[in-house]
């Protein structure tokens, strides 16, 4: 099954903040899992680091492996953009190009790729995308409106319909409805649900009612002081991890005690 | 004033002391809009704003106005024939501005030609690839060339430009490409071409540092939204970037343009000053700025007078024209970005 992914001892910094540190987990293929922990624990750097976003910024810095089925993505000969059109990414904020229209947005991935594609073939990726993100019933007549018209959280499945367009195994998502209504909330994590049938998804919420509804293992991340790099404090089956966490730190978060 | 007495009423009544804090706040945060002498002050200086911008539009009328008149001379001797004749012989009193309409426009598009795709790798490069500790040395010496006085670049143009142009490019160009009418014929150095590669060192700042800004206002999270689909970093230029800094390219674009159109120091000194038209870009020319800075201190006659004054209105309208084609054209891109942001 294609999607799983190791990391083994990943630390990545900015400059000389170290952002997080010795991470080591094994995401399986075809499962949600979530990242929670409090603000500045490093769970958006360690999403970042599992498709080379990270490297993105200046200064950045990362060490150690992930492994995405049998290879390291930080390995020689490994091309970043084709990590990443491998693992797609949704973003807090919805983003799509506020130019191009519903179509042009979904279609924006397999356009790049350069090759040859019949606009038949483009037409059909474009619905079945927009189908998986629970967004066709709603666009269909308007494909070629402007995506930056569709309301906050069709704007949210529309990057999502934009990331699943190119196929990749693994999606991440990014606090994807931190910026949205509880309905528009539902749809996504309906989505979601989904999509896990194709699809690794690995989704980091600061919710931690979400991180229990929509996933199969959580990862609970925690910088001990301010300044100090977030850890992996406990990964498992999110069962285990809502109910009888191994950890002191796990229990006072998940029981509301801080964060 | 019925308001005021109950005010009055109210202050005289006993209140408690918070009470009276709360009076006195509000009754000092409600001055403003009693009748006074702020309302005196405003009105002056709305006034004042008032006739600033009037005066800007009197201006602007006056002037062509001005010109208008001062050009009649010119416009009853030739009509339209003005426009469309190629003769320019004050020791006959004939006139036509046929030559330098040709030579400022041709000049002109040339320079954008060279100066617009050069410009916008500088602002590329400068706002989306350049390390941090080379981007803003780097911006500065661009923006630098901007400052440099034309007369500068006009002598800089006939003593190292022109030569050098004049020795290798243009036979280089001439030999290998002359098959081409533009490219044929004997070089000069001094001409045409040579003005417009001024023009666009001169153009260059303008365009670079305006769509540079404009590309750095594009926010992170559209470059990423390309960048998670796997675009490279050509890939995301061309699809998050330069879409969303069209207008401001475009506004760029024009404000070098409406540069080069006037410039008159640099190009007098590298035209070459011969009112012809001719098929080779490498022959001499003339433009409009030049034959007004340098005929009208030698005009002896009514008629080349008038003659020179309408090509400055002939000028002036080819500006404004441009400048609003070029704004037409950033409100229709720029319009429908708006209408996409409208909802968040």
């Given at each position: ?18 952002a ?10 075809n499962k949600v ?6 603000s ?17 910024v ?44 519903v ?6 991935g ?11 073939m ?11 993100a ?7 007549n308007?494909l ?7 309301s ?20 991440l ?7 949205l ?44 002081e ?20 191994d ?13 | ?5 109950r ?16 009076a ?35 201006l602007?009328a006056l ?26 012989d ?14 400022t ?59 050098f ?11 290998h ?52 689909l ?25 404000l ?14 590298l ?5 012809k ?11 409009i700025?030049?034959v ?6 030698e005009v ?5 007078m ?38 968040p």
């Open positions: 099954m294609a999607g799983h992914v190791t990391t083994s001892s990943l630390s990545a910094s900015f400059g000389d903040i170290q997080i540190d010795d991470v080591t987990v094994e995401i399986p293929a899992t979530a990242i929670i922990g409090p500045g624990c490093g769970k958006s750097t360690f999403l970042r680091c599992l498709n080379r976003m990270h490297e993105l200046p200064g950045a810095k990362i060490s150690g492996e992930v492994v995405w089925d049998g290879k390291n993505i930080y390995g020689p000969g490994m091309d970043a953009t084709e990590v990443r059109r491998g693992i797609g990414m949704v973003f807090q904020k919805p983003n799509p190009f506020p130019l191009m229209s179509e042009e947005n979904v279609s924006a397999i356009r790049l790729t350069g090759g040859r594609m019949s606009k038949a483009v037409a059909e990726i474009v619905e079945h995308s927009l189908r998986l629970a967004l066709w019933d709603e666009v269909k308007k070629h409106k402007p995506g930056g018209g569709l906050g959280g069709q704007q949210q499945r529309l990057c999502i319909a934009r990331a699943l367009a190119v196929q990749p195994d693994i999606i998502m990014d606090e994807p409805c931190s910026a209504d509880p309905a528009s909330t539902q749809k996504i994590e309906d989505t979601i649900d989904k999509l896990k049938q194709n699809f690794t998804i690995v989704i980091v919420t600061h919710n931690m009612q979400q991180a229990a509804r929509v996933s199969d293992s959580t990862g609970f991340m925690l910088a001990r301010m300044g100090d790099p977030g850890r992996m404090i406990e990964y498992g089956p999110t069962n285990k991890i809502f109910t009888m966490p950890r002191k730190e796990t229990e006072n978060y998940i029981t509301g005690r801080f964060g | 004033m019925p308001h005021l007495a005010l009055s009423k109210a202050r005289r009544s006993p209140i408690t002391k918070t009470k009276s804090i709360t006195n706040l509000r009754r000092s945060l409600h001055r403003g809009i009693r009748p006074g002498r702020g309302r005196l002050g405003d009105s002056l200086f709305a006034a004042a704003a008032f006739l600033a911008a009037a005066g800007i539009i009197a602007m002037m062509v106005y001005k010109l208008m008149q001062q050009a009649m001379p010119a416009v009853e001797a030739f009509g339209a024939g003005f426009v469309t004749s190629t003769e320019w004050p020791v006959n009193n004939n006139f036509g501005a046929l030559p330098f309409i040709y030579g426009v041709i000049s002109s598009l040339l320079a954008l030609l060279m100066a617009v795709p050069l410009s916008l790798g500088i602002a590329i490069y400068l706002s989306q690839f350049a390390p941090s500790w080379l981007r803003s040395p780097l911006g500065l010496v661009v923006e630098l060339l901007a400052a440099i006085p034309s007369v500068v670049y006009g002598l800089w143009g006939i003593f190292v430009l022109a030569p142009l004049g020795k290798t490019v243009e036979p280089f160009i001439s030999g490409l002359g098959g081409i009418p533009v490219f044929r014929g004997p070089v000069y150095g001094v001409g045409l071409f040579a003005a417009s590669v001024v023009l666009a060192i001169m153009i260059i700042p303008t365009i670079s540092a305006i769509s540079r800004e404009t590309m750095r206002n594009v926010s992170r999270d559209q470059k990423e939204a390309a960048q998670a796997g675009a490279t970093p050509w890939e995301t230029v061309k699809m998050a970037v330069l879409p969303l800094a069209r207008p401001g390219i475009i506004g760029a674009v024009i070098g343009l409406g540069r080069a159109l006037g410039e008159t120091m640099a190009v007098t000194m035209i070459g000053n011969s009112p038209i001719s098929a080779s870009i490498f022959a001499p020319a003339y433009s700025a030049s007004i800075a340098s005929e009208f201190a002896t006659e009514g008629r080349h008038a003659a020179l004054i309408e090509m400055a209105l002939i000028l002036l309208v080819i500006t404004l024209a441009l400048n609003l084609l070029a704004r037409l054209l950033v409100q229709k891109t720029g319009s429908r970005a708006t209408k996409a942001k409208a909802r």
